[in-house]
T-cell receptor
């Protein structure tokens, strides 16, 4: 199955630790998006990346959050010095191209719990 | 800022009845409107989408209508079945604060189909 792969599925961190979330896009897709979902809420856009480039990070918090999509390997969403408010499901999606009107296919998400 | 409003937040119907979920959007230049179904603990899955050059699209028991003038679109599910029970999200490709079009999601509708 060449769907969007995310790992880990569940991640538990203590306040102040770092969280690293990984996403491998669908085969043939080179556009990756990260969304955050709080309990009983919709998906909030965080960042859009292409290989080696951050294209739109307008939804990313200014501090502690960063994302990358290197030439080789998965996209990484990194959260430094996590706080309880970072607890959420983080979903990655990918698309084949980008016109602003593309079908997005989502991974199964990473549930981050901050103790 | 640009947003998508979704109603109702919860909807219960008897098996076999129809369900309708409505969304409005703020950006008149939006041209892509997908609907996602999310079962508990699972990934959001694209079930149908519509582009602004058409007013209606149907796929078996699911249909979506779009009124560009009024800036609203709706999901219609006919002959509902218990397996249709899930959270449904509408989305529209709005201009983000990064000046690019990104999918902005509604807050979701919890659909429960009663046997």
């Amino acid at each position: 199955n060449a769907g969007v792969m995310q790992n880990p599925r569940h991640l538990v961190r203590r306040r102040g630790q770092e969280a690293r979330l990984r996403c491998s896009p669908m085969k043939g897709h080179s556009h990756v998006y990260w969304y955050r979902q709080l309990p009983e809420e919709g998906l909030k856009f965080m960042v859009y990346l292409q290989k080696e480039n951050i294209i739109d990070e307008s939804g990313m918090p200014k501090e502690r959050f960063s994302a990358e999509f290197p030439k080789e390997g998965p996209s990484i969403l990194r959260i430094q010095q996590v706080v309880r408010g970072d607890s959420a499901a983080y979903f990655c999606a990918s698309s084949q191209s980008w016109t602003g009107a593309e079908k997005l296919f989502f991974g199964s998400g990473t549930q981050l719990s901050v103790l | 800022g640009e947003n998508v409003e979704q109603h109702p937040s919860t909807l219960s119907v008897q098996e076999g009845d129809s369900a309708v979920i409505k969304c409005t959007y703020s950006d008149s230049a939006s041209n892509y409107f997908p609907w996602y179904k999310q079962e508990l603990g699972k990934r959001p899955q694209l079930i149908i989408d519509i582009r602004s050059n058409v007013g209606e699209k149907k796929d078996q028991r699911i249909a979506v209508t779009l009124n560009k003038t009024a800036k609203h679109f709706s999901l219609h599910i006919t002959e509902t079945q218990p397996e249709d029970s899930a959270v449904y999200f509408c989305a529209a490709n709005l201009i983000s604060s990064g000046s690019a079009r990104q999918l902005t999601f509604g807050s979701g509708t919890q659909l429960t189909v009663l046997p």
